[in-house]
């Protein structure tokens, strides 16, 4: 089981470093043709680290479907890549962040008016990426892009709203998370050639993949990883209300929900403990848990529709590999 696990991280590795290399040269690319300081410091953000589940996915996808061209989807997978960062970009000026993955912010760097602009350039770059397949992946592209901005905005409406319900919150979660990894994978299996029955699976696939992976990562803003590279609490510290919270204060009730209440309305470190406390008491972190297995299995069943091969097994190892993120 070990070598498995083993081979199977060995081959997403090599797949992550392919699309490094793709990002890289097209930075370098940009810079050489006369883009400068821009696709610099785009580039810093960019080429910073980062899982890249987003285009992985998208080449599984593709291979999954039948695809055997890696530069055939290989467009489409930086497409998502760059449109991430550029939502990164923005998010750290809403949240006025110092550093992202290990690097200083570019607005710390370069000033906000710059960062909006790179963010912009990121953006406008990766959508013209997405520009060079037919009418019906860009407007799939398109969607999502704009699903994005939508939530984006649903979830600015939310902030330290104690009111917001699970139905508001997986709202936000399909069109900021799951959107993007579910059009992903749907038009990366277009490509390829599936119908568009076929392609459903897979954006199936991505939206419960998507949905858990921002679950997990709720419960990991709460319990505190280093990997999630910003601080324990910092959901908090910023007023989202995350599906943990929303539980809590749906149980919680008298004085229980009123200190809860004001602990998430007035939130500082020292406060955390009790905070950590009062979730524990109404078992919302168990609650998470519990959903993120139930969509994972969602996300497995999708894919029974296809035959046993090395991307279908690559995916069914990312799904562990989002479970295995909190525990």
Same mark, same amino acid.
């Given at each position: ?18 699309? %490094? ?5 097209? *930075?370098?690319? =940009?810079?050489?043709?006369? !883009? ?7 580039? !810093? ?9 987003? #285009?992985?996915? *998208?080449?599984?996808?593709?291979? *999954? ?14 497409? !998502? ?70 939530? =984006? ?12 319900? #699970? ?88 004085? =229980? ?15 955390? %403990? ?54």
């Amino acid at each position: 089981m070990v070598s498995v696990e083993l081979d199977a991280s060995d081959r997403l590795e090599s797949m992550r470093l392919l699309i %490094d290399a793709e990002l890289e040269s097209l *930075i370098e690319d =940009e810079v050489a043709n006369g !883009s400068g300081q821009v696709a610099e410091l785009c580039g !810093s953000v960019l080429l910073a680290g980062g899982k890249r589940l987003r #285009p992985l996915l *998208i080449l599984l996808a593709h291979e *999954i479907a039948g695809g055997t061209d890696v530069d055939e989807i290989m467009p489409l997978a930086l497409a !998502s890549e760059m449109i991430h960062t550029a939502t990164l970009v923005h998010d750290d000026i809403n949240d006025e962040a110092s550093h992202r993955r290990g690097i200083e912010t570019i607005h710390s760097r370069a000033g906000l008016p710059k960062a909006v602009i790179a963010g912009d350039w990121l953006f406008t770059k990766g959508f013209g990426l997405g520009g060079c397949y037919d009418e019906n992946i860009v407007r799939i592209l398109a969607q999502y892009c704009a699903d994005l901005a939508v939530s =984006e905005f649903e979830q600015l409406d939310h902030v330290l709203d104690l009111t917001t319900s #699970p139905e508001d919150y997986l709202s936000i979660v399909r069109g900021k998370t799951a959107g993007p990894f579910g059009a992903g994978c749907y038009a990366a299996g277009l490509v390829a050639g599936l119908n568009d029955e076929q392609a459903l699976s897979l954006k199936q696939f991505g939206m419960e993949l998507g949905i858990a992976f921002q679950l997990v990562d709720d419960l990991l803003d709460l319990r505190g990883d280093e990997r999630m590279g910003k601080p324990r609490g910092a959901d908090v510290i910023e007023g989202k209300m995350t599906l943990p919270l929303i539980h809590a204060l749906t149980l919680s009730h008298g004085n =229980e929900r009123r200190r809860l209440a004001h602990i998430i309305e007035n939130f500082t470190d020292d406060s955390f %403990d009790e905070l950590m406390s009062l979730l524990n008491h109404s078992d919302s972190l168990h609650y998470a848990e519990i959903l993120v297995r139930n969509h994972l299995e969602r996300a497995i069943t999708a894919l029974d529709v296809f035959a046993e091969s090395n991307a279908k097994s690559l995916m069914l190892y990312v799904t562990e590999y989002v479970m295995k993120r909190h525990v």
